[in-house]
């Protein structure tokens, strides 16, 4: 048997999760995701963006996100991110305000905008707490109380599960997290009897680590999350050195400067202070103290 493809590439994530066929295994997992962060179960869910194959496997991680609305209207975004795309909380806002703008045409009633959630899934660190499962809303500093309930973020970080073991009859969220973090084989059977939807989720990931399209899609798509990585990183990189750089010229500037000032005091020409400071005669001139 082939090793198992990792369902946290985002490609393999959403058609495990968001093809029509495995809807029922998204409702479970939201409300897993919903019952922890104590609010109530969701009925039913309509996939507004279901799996279909990308045209090209470095189409923009946004395309892999999963879209859903509730019964009641509300929508919801999950994403994967198997690498840090650095500017997580901002990306996340932007992502979430263009969800909430786009409910109605500009100039509408603004009653009729619903609720928007955004689920991060995170395979680093990202927020400076020891929970794997953050949830934000918008409230008063001082009171607690809500401005509206419009806005939710999750943000689970699957880095932060290293302490939770696999037990038995221990239902919720962390089941379907250590299946996503690569969960050994033999624990399958406990997890799935925690949360028995986990069960569907584990024989479609199975099925295709056995299909050869979806390995062929799947390597293709890693090599484009890590082409992706390295130009992020690369790009990072040479931004720090550059500030470096720019710190240890300002520095040398600045060393330039006391040593021209002090020779100013001590009344020397002009022309010769440049050539021992380095700087040029209207840098010195500028150095010299107002009469």
């Not at 019952?35 to 799996?51: F, H, K």
């Not at 050994?184 to 299909?211: C, Y």
């Amino acid at each position: 048997m082939q090793e198992l493809l990792d369902p946290r590439v985002d490609v393999i994530f959403k058609r495990i999760f968001g093809s029509e066929h495995n809807k029922d295994v998204l409702l479970a997992f939201l409300n897993s995701t919903f019952r922890e962060a104590g609010e109530p179960p969701l009925t039913e869910i309509v996939l507004l963006n279901p799996y279909t194959e990308a045209d090209s496997p470095d189409d923009k991680l946004s395309i892999m996100d999963i879209k859903a609305k509730t019964a009641d209207g509300e929508l919801i975004n999950i994403e994967m991110q198997l690498f840090n795309p650095y500017h997580m909380e901002k990306r996340t806002l932007f992502y979430w305000s263009e969800m909430y703008f786009h409910q109605i045409p500009r100039g509408s009633n603004y009653n009729t905008l619903k609720k928007c959630v955004t689920i991060n899934i995170l395979n680093y660190s990202c927020l400076s707490n020891d929970r794997y499962h953050s949830v934000f809303h918008l409230r008063e500093d001082h009171t607690g109380i809500p401005l509206l309930d419009d806005i939710e973020i999750h943000v689970i970080e699957l880095t932060k599960l290293d302490e939770y073991a696999v037990q038995l009859e221990e239902g919720g969220l962390v089941n379907w997290l250590l299946f996503l973090q690569g969960a050994d084989k033999s624990n399958w059977e406990v997890l799935a009897m925690n949360e028995p939807m986990l069960k569907k989720a584990m024989d479609t990931l199975e099925f295709l680590s056995q299909n050869a399209a979806a390995r062929m899609e799947y390597d293709a798509r890693m090599k484009a999350l890590s082409d992706e990585k390295s130009r992020i990183e690369g790009a990072r990189a040479e931004g720090e050195a550059r500030g470096e750089a720019r710190g240890e010229a300002r520095g040398e500037q600045k060393k330039a400067e006391e040593i021209a000032k002090n020779l100013l005091a001590m009344g020397l020409d002009v022309d010769a202070i440049a050539k021992a400071s380095g700087l040029s005669a209207h840098e010195v001139e500028a150095l010299r103290p107002l009469q």
